[in-house]
């Protein structure tokens, strides 16, 4: 079975503060997300990898960065967080879409608040 | 950008009562996908629906894909307790890098 951990299940931190969110995969997906998810507004894409230093941006990549230096392992950056970032975070890893059905394995989740 | 769109965007039923939820696109998708999230709880995918006018069932759930591809259902005959949760479609573009965008889900909520 697919685990997709992230490493804080909560966080707390401060305007200004570079905050590292941490995930790690063990199915040897080619794919790894970032999204969030606010009340209202479903999950949204902020980046995407689909390889190992490959990265896109995805529907909200403002105020974010991503660094995938090893293929299971994908971390999100908030260069300097602000309240409007206080969310969910979610992690997501998959295989490449021209397998087939090739469903998301999402992580349970970091809940990020920022003061 | 492409929109997917998904209503209602909250329902309650009682126990034993039909559910469904509806997910339309602004462009045509390659093919589309559901999720469940348990209340605490993250999304956990349900399944996948490719080709048009694809019906697809999971014991009391019945999945659609519509025939432009631009549209999707998920109906839940007879609700239980354990049904209670957010739906999410997700839907793949047909072109470019088909990325996967989620709908704003709708939320279900069983009373016994």
């Known amino acids: 079975d697919v685990k997709v951990t992230q490493s804080s299940r909560y966080l707390v931190k401060r305007t200004g503060e570079k905050v590292f969110l941490e995930c790690v995969q063990d199915m040897d997906h080619e794919n790894m997300f970032w999204y969030r998810q606010d009340p209202g507004l479903g999950l949204r894409l902020i980046y995407f990898?689909?390889?190992?230093?490959?990265?896109e941006k995805g529907d909200i990549p403002e105020g974010y960065s991503v660094s995938r230096e090893k293929k299971e392992r994908f971390s999100l950056i908030l260069e300097s967080a602000s309240t409007n970032q206080t969310s969910m975070y979610l992690c997501?890893?998959?295989?490449?879409?021209?397998?087939?059905?090739?469903?998301?394995?999402f992580g349970n989740g970091t809940r990020l608040t920022v003061t | 950008g492409q929109q997917v769109m998904q209503i209602p965007q909250y329902q309650h039923v009682q126990e034993g009562e039909d559910f469904t939820t509806y997910c339309n696109s602004s462009t045509t998708l390659s093919n589309i996908q559901w999720y469940k999230q348990r209340p605490g709880g993250h999304p956990v995918f349900l399944i996948q629906l490719v080709k048009s006018g694809e019906v697809k069932k999971q014991k009391r759930l019945t999945f659609q894909f519509g025939e432009a591809k631009k549209n999707s259902s998920l109906h839940i005959t007879a609700t239980q307790t354990t049904d209670v949760g957010t739906y999410f479609c997700a839907g793949r573009r047909n072109t470019g890098f088909q990325k996967l965008v989620f709908g704003t889900g709708t939320r279900l909520l069983v009373s016994p």
């Open positions: 997501a890893s998959s295989l490449p879409w021209d397998r087939g059905n090739s469903p998301l394995h």
């Open positions: 990898s689909y390889d190992v230093k490959m990265k």
